[in-house]
T-cell receptor, first 117, second 116 residues
Framework: AQTVTQSQPEMSVQEAETVTLSCTYD???????LFWYKQPPSRQMILVIR??????QNATENRFSVNFQKAAKSFSLKISDSQLGDTAMYFC??????????????FGDGTTLTVKP | DTGVSQNPRHKITKRGQNVTFRCDPI?????LYWYRQTLGQGPEFLTY????????KSRLLSDRFSAERPKGSFSTLEIQRTEQGDSAMYLC??????????????FGPGTRLTVT
């Protein structure tokens, strides 16, 4: 079974600054995806960024980038030029990509990020 | 493409009553998932369907819970004889599955259940 750990329950950052959210995971699988999801207060969960485990290059999406360290089973999210709209709970998630039971996700307990003006 | 929709968005019920939630996935998605999320926690997997077949159920899904996906389109999640511990956000997600694997899930807005 997979586990996902987010060790920072809460974080805050000043607007326009950079913040990094940590995530570690444990798995014996080799074919998997990792995700960061954003869940604003009382709003829908949306995908922020995706990383395929077979890719060595770290994924980037505009102001969001990841540091994927496969051997260390670490997957951190960096948010650059933080904006007030980035205030949300952020979840790290693991998903087996192929084979039996592929598709369901295992989530961490989340990090609540507050961007301060 | 209107995304994943869920109804109702909020449900308040008394302990012992039955409730049913509905999820409409993205139309071309063949997989549909149900998760439960309690306050301050990440979503926990409950069950999933590939087309109309229910392929896996979590141990979290007691006998009081049942899910269906007739004709491989929308899905319903029913909770019988609700208990206060059932109070949570119930999330639905859908994805495309190919023989090579599956890709990211798209989540609905959730149904928040409060059992009094």
């Amino acid at each position: 079974a997979q586990t996902v750990t987010q060790s920072q329950p809460e974080m805050s950052v000043q607007e326009a600054e950079t913040v990094t959210l940590s995530c570690t995971y444990d798995t014996s699988e080799s074919n998997y995806y990792l995700f960061w999801y954003k869940q604003p207060p009382s709003r829908q969960m949306i995908l922020v960024i995706r990383q395929e485990a077979y890719k060595q290059q770290n994924a980037t999406e505009n102001r969001f980038s990841v540091n994927f360290q496969k051997a260390a089973k670490s997957f951190s999210l960096k948010i650059s030029d933080s904006q007030l709209g980035d205030t949300a709970m952020y979840f790290c998630a693991f998903m087996k990509h192929g084979g039996t039971n592929a598709g369901k996700s295992t989530f961490g307990d989340g990090t609540t990020l507050t961007v301060k003006p | 493409d209107t995304g994943v929709s869920q109804n109702p968005r909020h449900k308040i019920t008394k302990r012992g009553q039955n409730v049913t939630f509905r999820c409409d996935p993205i139309s071309e998605h063949n997989r549909l998932y149900w998760y439960r999320q309690t306050l301050g926690q990440g979503p926990e997997f409950l069950t999933y369907f590939q087309n109309e077949a229910q392929l896996e159920k979590s141990r979290l899904l007691s006998d009081r819970f049942s899910a269906e996906r007739p004709k491989g389109s929308f899905s319903t999640l029913e909770i019988q004889r609700t208990e206060q511990g059932d109070s949570a956000m119930y999330l639905c997600a859908s994805s495309l599955w190919f023989t090579q694997g599956t890709y990211e899930q798209y989540f609905g807005p959730g149904t928040r259940l409060t059992v009094t």
